[in-house]
């Protein structure tokens, strides 16, 4: 979980949480995300979720956490030679 992510709904066990609410953005995150492009931050926006989704599918199966954590890196520098090279779709 990333330090500017709000983490209201986890483990708060509330029926009414959404996606929505998980998925907001700290002022922080937002300020610094401010005069970058639109295309980017959406491209970040869904690798971070992509990757979080990865991850705990991957604990959940049984994976070593170590053995997670080194395929969710090497997804990551994918989504990083992505926005590098411009390919952002």
Do not use: P
């Not at 996606?19 to 980017?40: F, G, M």
């Not at 491209?43 to 991850?55: C, E, F, G, T």
């Amino acid at each position: 979980m990333g330090k500017f992510y709000d983490s209201n709904c986890i483990g708060s066990g509330s029926a009414g949480a959404s996606k929505e609410n998980y998925r907001k953005k700290r002022k922080k995150l937002k300020s610094k995300q401010k005069d970058q492009d639109v295309k980017v931050i959406d491209y970040a926006d869904k690798a971070m979720v992509r990757l979080q989704k990865k991850y705990h599918r991957m604990i959940l199966r049984g994976v070593s956490r170590n053995i997670a954590i080194t395929a969710i890196a090497r997804e990551l520098s994918y989504f990083v030679w992505g926005i590098e090279t411009g390919h952002l779709d």
